[in-house]
């Protein structure tokens, strides 16, 4: 069956005028510093405003034309959370470039990676990433490759170059720059890339277009209703797909933006007091940051009543400890939001209340303009049958950068009829429940979800699998006596010695994105193979999560903050690494 | 750090050694005075692991709403508050 969402009911917002709405991303600052000029983004108190961001944004696009940069080339944007980031974003867009948000966080290996995946030619950034900047051109250097990045734009002074062939430009060159106004760009040109682990220890890059960006943003203006009087918390890093609302919507609608910088969200006791003096009025990130506020962001201190939407997304909430967050949340309305990010979001469900079972919180129905279909061999399945999520939506991604062979498997195209156009298949499984709403069911693949990033088991085996200190590694997914989840890797040598295991650690700290680093290891002592002699990485899993899961059990007691539960898996000997080694207990995240 | 008795510097000495040690994410040299957080040395785990220190190793019970940025932008801040709740040194 297909589900296809009205198209009406939704389209009362005022503002801004969809006629004078910009149809391109690069318009968005003049236009929001047009509709209102007392609005911007706020920063440690203080607000810049939409004109000073088009003026910086304007400035930064001058000096990337002036290093070459030309439409359709890729810019690196690496900052931690923000103003300055955000301007990043917006100069890239506004030449016709094509920004690719890194992860600040990331290991050189792996922003190496992804620079090589999509052909950076120039990176901007700023001195909290300084030392990664460095790292990343150090690597690019040694690694002798024929890297495009030729500039790096942002650091406080000229550095002294350890490779001649980059050209290092201050910020300070940037801010004496003529701004130059947003280009005109065709609406199916790439604007952003979001990037993604594949399955092989390659990076993937997911480019979406400014229309399918305006198709988005215009879809979550109508359905918040977001207005000028918004105050919007941009919290998420912008290589994370939900940073889009605040990025985009925020200028959109003429509204305010509040950076929350990542050492709020450390601590969610100081994010509530943000929250509260800032009077954000809408919330979007993973479930993992909601889920720290209620349990400890001293919300009985706290008013939070200008809160009016509070979205989530990426993966499961506990329906047990939404009553708890609903009841300090008195006037906003909790939304789960479904949408892989070469889609954006799709369907969402907006809580009637606290959950009284502990079924999992729908993902609801599809939004306007958007077909959602649940498909097992090619055919729709019944109500209640489990099937494969096919999205169609104007807010689908242009395909993986550079990889036929991902688009081929990844788009359907139907030739006309009720179900023709180009489906993605989402690899996510989905149910119809009997009221309608949707479920998310889990995945085809090995995909996971880790304190919502997405990450593919596969990738982090094969990264894992680079280090000479072993010759395979099977990653699992152990669930923490908090409901948090985490990684888990076992491995092996093939002559049966013992695996240096500090050695893996630093190997995985160099090379994979921090949320995708296991926080504990385990020897594995058999490795049962399939009946046709491959190896059985499903019962290999299965057996890492379960002896896990049990170690947890066993320590975490009834308080689920103290104990630290360095798992005690069965499968063979196991050990943490002895440094740096995340407890099994408590999380991360962003 | 400044104008701690001996018995906090051991409490000091033995917080910074563990920051530096087993929390850490980054190579960065980390001083009592250094910034854990707007850093990106110490991630929201690395928080949590540390409160869970204090109150094995100082004796003190860490409640949530004091885990703010005054009180743990820094080792020193930490110590400072640690010494404010009572911490057996």
Redesign the interface.
């Given at each position: 069956m297909i589900a296809t969402s009205n198209t009406t009911d939704d389209r009362v917002a005022g503002e801004p005028d969809p006629t004078s709405a910009p149809s391109t991303l690069g318009h968005l600052l003049a236009h929001a510093a047009d509709l209102n000029p007392a609005g911007g983004v706020r920063e440690g108190g203080e607000l810049t405003t939409w004109a000073e961001l088009d003026r910086r944004a304007g400035q930064l696009a001058t000096t990337l034309l002036d290093l070459g940069v030309t439409a359709g080339d890729r810019v690196g944007v690496h900052y931690?959370k923000s103003i300055a980031g955000t301007v990043a974003m917006h100069a890239a867009v506004r030449i016709g470039a094509i920004a690719v948000p890194l992860d600040?966080?990331a290991a050189a290996g792996y922003l190496a990676s992804v620079v090589e995946e999509v052909g950076v030619s120039v990176l901007c950034t700023h001195t909290?990433c300084r030392?990664s900047t460095h790292a990343l051109v150090d690597l690019l250097a040694e690694a002798n490759n024929f890297h495009q990045l030729r500039s790096v734009i942002g650091l406080s002074e000229p550095e002294e170059d350890s490779s001649s062939a980059i050209t290092w430009v201050a910020a300070g060159q940037v801010h004496a720059a003529a701004p130059t106004p947003p280009v005109p760009v065709a609406s199916d040109d790439p604007s952003y890339m979001i990037t993604t682990s594949g399955s092989t220890g390659r990076p993937k890059a997911v480019v979406h277009t400014h229309a399918s960006a305006m198709a988005y943003v215009e879809r979550v203006h109508r359905s918040m209703q977001l207005g000028s009087s918004d105050r919007i918390a941009d919290v998420a890093p912008h290589h994370f797909d939900v940073s889009t609302l605040a990025l985009w919507n925020t200028p959109y609608a003429a509204a305010t933006a509040v950076i929350i910088?990542?050492?709020?969200?450390?601590?969610?006791?100081?994010l509530s007091?943000l929250l509260e003096s800032e009077a954000v009025t809408i919330w979007y990130s993973a479930p993992f940051t909601l889920r720290?506020l209620e349990?400890?962001?001293?919300l009985d201190?706290r008013d939070l009543s200008s809160v009016r939407w509070a979205l989530f997304g990426g993966e499961v909430y506990p329906p047990a400890a939404m009553a708890a967050l609903m009841a300090h949340l008195p006037n906003a309305t909790l939304r789960n939001v479904y949408g892989p990010c070469e889609t954006n979001w799709c369907s969402h469900y907006d809580l009637p209340g606290p959950p009284t079972t502990d079924e999992t919180i729908a993902i609801g129905r599809p939004w306007e303009n958007t077909q959602l279909r649940l498909v097992l061999d090619g055919k729709d399945v019944d109500d209640g049958e489990q099937g494969e999520i096919w999205i169609q939506s104007p807010t689908m991604m242009h395909g993986y950068w550079g990889r036929p062979e991902l688009n081929a498997e990844c788009f359907v195209d139907i030739e006309g009829g009720e179900n023709g156009g180009r489906w993605y298949r989402s690899g996510d499984l989905g149910r119809r429940r009997d009221d309608g709403e949707l479920v998310f069911d889990g995945r085809l693949d090995h995909q996971v979800k880790v304190r919502g990033h997405r990450i593919e088991l596969e990738f982090v085996e094969a990264i894992l699998e680079d280090s000479p200190a072993i010759d395979l590694a099977v990653v699992a997914v152990t669930r923490q006596a908090d409901g948090s989840d985490t990684l888990v890797a076992g491995v092996v040598r093939r002559d049966g010695s013992e695996p240096d295991l500090a050695s893996v650690d630093d190997h995985a700290n160099t090379n994979l994105p921090?949320y995708a680093k296991p926080s504990s290891y385990v020897v594995l002592s058999s490795v049962p193979e399939t009946g046709s002699g491959k190896l059985d990485r499903r019962t290999i899993r299965a057996t890492i999560a379960e002896a896990s899961a049990d170690a947890i059990s066993a320590t975490a007691g009834s308080n689920t903050?103290?104990e630290?539960a360095n798992p005690k898996p069965a499968p063979g000997r196991s050990r943490s690494t002895s440094?740096?080694n995340?407890?099994q207990?408590?999380?991360?995240?962003? | 750090m400044t104008d701690m008795s001996a018995s906090d510097r051991s409490f000091a000495e033995r917080l910074l050694g563990f920051v530096r040690?087993?929390?850490?994410?980054?190579d960065?040299t980390i001083e009592g005075e250094t910034d854990l957080?707007?850093?990106?040395a110490?991630?929201?785990?690395?928080?949590?692991?540390i409160t869970?220190w204090m109150?094995d190793e100082a004796g003190i019970t860490v409640?949530?709403?004091?885990?703010?940025?005054?009180n743990?932008?820094t080792v020193d801040r930490m110590v400072n508050y640690a010494n404010a709740q009572g911490a057996n040194a």
């Open positions: 931690r600040p966080g909290p030392r910088p990542e050492a709020y969200q450390m601590l969610p006791a100081s007091e720290q349990m400890r962001g001293a201190q921090a903050t103290s630290s440094d740096r995340p407890s207990q408590g999380a991360t995240g962003d | 040690n087993e929390v850490a994410l980054d960065i957080l707007l850093t990106g110490v991630d929201s785990l690395g928080v949590i692991r869970q109150e409640d949530p709403a004091d885990v703010t940025l005054e743990f932008q």
